[in-house]
């Protein structure tokens, strides 16, 4: 059994910043991909960025030069830390990773955490 339990969200202001933070834990061999994705009311989720095992890196063009993806593969962590926030930021933000608990690979997800940037 393989979880992926996010933290950090919370309520800032426009300007401000955060930073999400996303722990695997559970029948853990090797992880590949992880990344960051966010769902605003009423849109499609999107990706915002994502980070192999070896750490290259993607991000969406709208947080570009803002946010920043980083792991620790010791701890089977990746954070998103999140500056110059805007309030088109305001997200239920999830993330996810590419597991493999020997033989097979698959893709969890986190329950999501609300991320709220006010004008």
């Known amino acids: 059994q393989v979880q992926l339990v996010e933290s950090g969200g919370g309520l800032v202001q426009a300007g401000g910043s955060l930073r999400l933070s996303c722990a695997a834990s559970?029948?853990?061999?090797?992880?590949?991909?992880m990344g960051w994705y966010r769902q605003a009311p009423g849109k499609q989720r999107e990706s915002v960025a994502r980070?192999?095992?070896?750490?290259?890196?993607n991000y969406a063009d709208s947080v570009k030069g803002r946010f920043t993806i980083s792991r620790d593969n010791a701890k089977n962590t990746v954070y998103l830390q999140m500056n110059s926030l805007k309030p088109e930021d305001t997200a239920v933000y999830y993330c996810?990773?590419?597991?493999?608990?020997?033989?097979?690979?698959?893709?969890?997800w986190g329950q999501g955490t609300q991320v709220t940037v006010s004008s």
């Open positions: 996810n990773a590419a597991i493999s608990g020997g033989s097979t690979w698959s893709l969890f």
């Open positions: 559970g029948s853990i061999f090797s992880i590949n991909g």
């Open positions: 980070i192999t095992s070896g750490g290259r890196t």
